[in-house]
């Protein structure tokens, strides 16, 4: 069972007392002990900028024998760079607003977050209710820079879908708050398309969850500080060294790569399955 299901139980069990349901807490009788469960993030993983830039252009391939003028993938694009450019975990990344003018738009500044969980366990009958950010009070907010490449993906991504009525930027064809079930398949989906046989059976990049993994590791290799790193992916100085400490990468970028990682132009992004060699070049 994983700590954090441990803790939901015990906190159960512990309102079962307080309301006399329940005289004692059945857990302390047990004597078992959960295996070891690794925090490290395993650096197999880990994908380079190179391959990362191969899958977020993949991605846009996934869907095309669809009716409509929009492959699925292109809709969830930007969505995917906002978690290698911005190291968003999937929760957070699916519930960005788009700000208000004239706030800076080479910023992102992450109120809440809109985590899938069954509806039952939600207040709102919704399958993503919405919550404060991971280790931080409710109200609390997290700033975060956002390169050049990512404010451009997401201005054309902007343009080409609009945003959801309550101004999110990613939103499902209906509205609604993309699911996760369509992030993991067209993930799995781009996988295929932009990795060799042996890559696509292999750990790296098995999940969208990853590619933060990787931009956190990039930046930390990069000599990026701890403390700013730590920052921008929400994590206290202890917890992002104790994860991130076997992730170290072959080539060290230059910090000036680590903060703002190269991409293609907006406007270069191939749109057809003719071009699909270009996602092999980047192999």
């Not at 380079?48 to 899958?55: C, D, I, V």
């Not at 993938?73 to 968003?88: P, S, V």
């Not at 609604?176 to 059976?201: C, K, M, Y």
């Not at 080539?251 to 907006?266: I, N, V």
Request: charged share 25%.
């Amino acid at each position: 069972m994983a700590v954090g299901h441990r803790v939901a139980t015990r906190s159960v069990l512990g309102y079962a007392i307080e309301r006399e349901e329940l005289t004692a807490n059945p857990l302390d009788r047990l004597k078992w002990k959960p295996p070891k469960v690794s925090e490290v993030v395993d650096r197999r993983v880990v994908v380079n900028p190179r391959q990362a830039r191969a899958l977020l252009i993949a991605v846009t391939y996934v869907g095309q024998q669809r009716r409509g003028p929009h492959a699925r993938g292109q809709r969830l694009m930007a969505l995917y760079a906002c978690m290698y450019f911005a190291a968003l975990r999937p929760a957070e990344a699916a519930a960005p607003r788009l700000p208000p003018a004239p706030h800076r738009v080479d910023w992102l500044t992450l109120e809440k977050s809109r985590p899938e969980v069954n509806q039952r366990w939600t207040d709102t009958a919704s399958a993503h209710d919405e919550r404060g950010l991971k280790h931080r009070a409710v109200t609390e907010t997290r700033r975060l820079p956002i390169p050049p490449e990512l404010v451009a993906i997401l201005g054309q991504h902007i343009e080409t879908f609009g945003t959801a009525p309550d101004g999110r930027i990613f939103a499902s064809e209906r509205g609604h708050v993309v699911a996760s079930t369509a992030i993991n398949d067209v993930w799995a989906e781009a996988r295929t398309l932009a990795f060799t046989p042996g890559q696509v059976t292999s750990p790296l990049a098995g999940r969208p969850y990853d590619l933060r993994h990787a931009a956190v590791s990039l930046w930390l290799n990069a000599g990026v500080p701890a403390t700013e790193v730590a920052e921008r992916a929400g994590h206290s100085v202890q917890v992002l060294l104790r994860v991130y400490a076997k992730c170290p990468m072959t080539a060290r970028p230059s910090p000036t790569s680590a903060s703002t990682p190269r991409c293609w132009p907006s406007d270069a992004r191939p749109r057809s399955r003719a071009s699909h060699h270009m996602v092999a070049d980047l192999r």
